[in-house]
Every structure is written in structure tokens, then in C-alpha cells.
């Protein structure tokens, strides 16, 4: 971990869970110094180690705030995480892995896809009056059929063996187009909000805030645990369904040790003396004993680990592996058929129905995720590593 203070153009550090300024790029740079100048700004900026370029705030940053929160520190995608599970299944009995794929995605929409059918939903159910009465309040009858759905992009559900060759699952998605609404919805209030303010903060750092005392404030936070909760719940029915379809084949089979953890989210929390909102954007929160989950990319291996409650991340870890290929980038350097074909090396079982952009997900976009772990042990202690035996995209 280095630190990096220069008085002359930051108020505060940008604490760094890296060993040089040389692996983090410039887009990068620039947005953790925008947040490092921040006046509401509590102690400092901690970037993870797999800390990347986002929209306002690099992905795998965290921050604390006194009295304001951020959406765009958030993010778009609310309560992004993930989910895991052990199972008494050892890799030798799956003889159908092809088949096993094949079943949950013909269950659980990926990609754009939702449900035809409006689907059960706690969440929502339990959505009062506020929310009903509220602008937004037509996302909540169609988040009705977007709960059990995976997504796009990074999300994944996947079939893995831990050393022992033990079948594990683990899943990977977020609040969907529900959160998204969210998120554009409180960012575009607080734009306004900002300019009628007179901009304390400048525009192009894309990081505009509400007051969490100011009616907006408190309503985006109600907005934003609601769309939490949905995550959960949407990772839940997707897992369900996951565990419906092993039962259908292995009628023992047995499940522990379950794990579902947020990476994109706001909390009230107490460091350093202080109540601050902490944000993690692409950051898990690991305080000393708490189990997280720490993903790689398509293929390659992913950590169950226990959080050590290190302070100076204000708790925190890293979320995965952290792109060093934009999207678009790795479309163009990876072919597509390089992807499918190392993937076929490896002996990992695709399911994706549009295969022209899978390069978007290839491993080689994506840093390595031993050496992410290597840069955290004060953060983290690996607990489990886990290698990729199938896995769906959207």
C-alpha cells in the first residue's frame, strides 16, 4: 500500500492498496483526486487493488462522507454483489455439466431479458406508501419482473470446484433496471439540487450529492436500501433456482456455508470517531470475521475470504479481479473465437447465448486475481480458492 499527498492540489490522501502509482491510469488518477478535494470528504480515499476507471469514482474506490451522500459513489447498478454456496457434491458425480447449464438458462433470463410473468417478490410486497406515491413508483410494479434475473456485462452464475474438488456455486448480480432508474433518478436531482447550490462541487467531477438530512437525501437513501434489499432478493431466487435444479439431479446433496454480499452501496458507520457515510463502489465491506466474496474473471479463479477490519480501508476490500481492458478494447484485441477457444482449453463449460461479444469477459481483460489478493492480505485472509468449472453470461 502506498499513500499519495501532494498539498499543493489534494485536501486529502488517496490511500492506496497497490505498489506504484504506475498501475493505476491516468482516468483513474483523475477521479480519485476529484474525490480526494471533496469539502464533506472524511479522512481520505481508499482504492483497492483492483481499482479501475469508473463514472465520477473509480470502481474498486471507497470513501466516507460527513453529512451528504453521493449517488454516483453508489452507483448505477444499487446493490451489486454477490452470492455463494458449498455443496456435499464432488466434481467427479456432475457427469452432465453441459445439460445442468442448459436448465438454469432456461430459467433465469439473462442479458436484457425479464420474465413475461410477474413473479413473486418480498421486497416489493413490503414496499409502503412512500414508495407508491413517489415519482418512481412505476418501477415498482416492473420490478415484478425483473426479480430472478441475471443481467449482463460481468454478471455471472457460476459452477466451481474449491480445492478439494467439492462443487460450489457462486452468482454474481445486482438490482437490475430497478436500481438503475434509481440511481439516474436521485443523480439528476442532485445535479439540480448542486447548480441551485451554486456548485460546491464542480460539474465535471460527476460527483453530485444530496444532504442526507434534506428531503431528497432521505429519500434517495430509502430508494437505495430498498434496491438493496431487491439485490439480495434477486441473488436469493436465482440461487433457489440453482438449488432447485441440483436437487432435480443429486437428491442428497447437502448446502452450507452460504455467502450474499453487496459491492455497490452506501452505509452509516462509525470510523475514526465519527458516524460517516461510507461508500463502496466495486468494494466489499470486510470487518474483522466477516466472509466475503472475491471473484476473478471467465475462468479463472475466485476467493471466499475473511475480512481483518482494517481501518485504514475503512473496512474494506476489493470486489474482484478490476478490469485492465475497457469493454470496447478487449472486443477489438480478443477475438471473440480466442476467448471461446481458451475457455475450451481450460475445460469450462459456456452458457451464452450471443457469443460476438464474449471477449468482453475474457480473463486476459481482466487483471490477475492472485496478485489482487497478494496486495490485500491486510485487508483480507483467503479463506477458500475457487476454479471455474461452468459459467453463464448474459
Known amino acids: 500500500m502506498f499513500v499519495k499527498f501532494d498539498k499543493n492540489c489534494m ?22 483526486l476529484n474525490l480526494a478535494n471533496l469539502p464533506f470528504l472524511h479522512k481520505w480515499v481508499a482504492l483497492m487493488p483492483d481499482v479501475h476507471e469508473g463514472y465520477g469514482m473509480p470502481i474498486g474506490g471507497v470513501i466516507a462522507t460527513e453529512d451528504v451522500i453521493i449517488p454516483n459513489a453508489v452507483g448505477v447498478d444499487i446493490g451489486c454483489g454477490m452470492c455463494f454456496v458449498e455443496t456435499s457434491i464432488h466434481k467427479s458425480e456432475f457427469k452432465e455439466l453441459s445439460n445442468f447449464v ?14 413475461k410473468k410477474k413473479q413473486q417478490c418480498q421486497t416489493l410486497d413490503a414496499a409502503g406508501k412512500f414508495f407508491r406515491s413517489h415519482a418512481l413508483s412505476g418501477e ?8 430472478g434475473t441475471l443481467g449482463g456485462g460481468n454478471h455471472f452464475i457460476e459452477v466451481q470446484e474449491d480445492e478439494g474438488g467439492m462443487v460450489c456455486i457462486m452468482l454474481h448480480s445486482g438490482s437490475r433496471n430497478f436500481g438503475y432508474q434509481i440511481a439516474r433518478y436521485f443523480n439528476e436531482l442532485a445535479k439540480q439540487l448542486n447548480a441551485q447550490w451554486g456548485w460546491p462541487v464542480p460539474r465535471n467531477y460527476q460527483l453530485a450529492f444530496l444532504p442526507v438530512e434534506s428531503p431528497e437525501g432521505k429519500a434517495y437513501i430509502r430508494w437505495m436500501r430498498l434496491a438493496l434489499q431487491f439485490a439480495r432478493e434477486n ?7 440453482v438449488k432447485e435444479e441440483l436437487c432435480q439431479i443429486f437428491p442428497y446433496i447437502k448446502f452450507k456455508k452460504e455467502v450474499n454480499c453487496h459491492h455497490n452501496y452506501a452505509a452509516l458507520e462509525e470510523h475514526y470517531g465519527r458516524k460517516v457515510w461510507v461508500h463502496r463502489k466495486g468494494a466489499i465491506r470486510a470487518g474483522k470475521g466477516e466472509l466475503g466474496i472475491i471473484p476473478g474473471a471467465m475462468g479463472s479463479y475466485s476467493y471466499i475470504v475473511e475480512g481483518r477490519g482494517n481501518p485504514e480501508s475503512f473496512c474494506s476490500a476489493s470486489h474482484g479481479a478490476g478490469r485492465k481492458l475497457g469493454r470496447r478494447q478487449a472486443k477489438r484485441e480478443i477475438p471473440a473465437a480466442d476467448t471461446l477457444a481458451d475457455l475450451e482449453k481450460l475445460g469450462v463449460v459456456l452458457g451464452k447465448r450471443k457469443k460476438k461479444d464474449v471477449s468482453e469477459e475474457s480473463r486476459f481483460a481482466y487483471k490477475d486475481i492472485d496478485a489482487v489478493i497478494e496486495q490485500e492480505l491486510d485487508l483480507i485472509k483467503p479463506l477458500k480458492k475457487l476454479r471455474t468449472l461452468a459459467v453463464i453470461k448474459g
Not at 415498482?140 to 426479480?147: K, P
Not at 441473488?235 to 433456482?241: A, Q, S
Open 235 to 241: 441473488r436469493e431466487v436465482m440461487l433457489k433456482v
Open 102 to 115: 442448459e436448465r438454469l438458462m432456461h430459467r433465469i433470463p439473462t442479458g436484457f431479458d425479464h420474465h
Open 11 to 32: 485536501k486529502k490522501p488517496v490511500k492506496v492498496w497497490l505498489e506504484h502509482e504506475g498501475q493505476i491510469d491516468e482516468g483513474c488518477w483523475e477521479q480519485a
Open 140 to 147: 415498482i410494479e416492473r420490478g415484478y419482473y425483473q426479480i
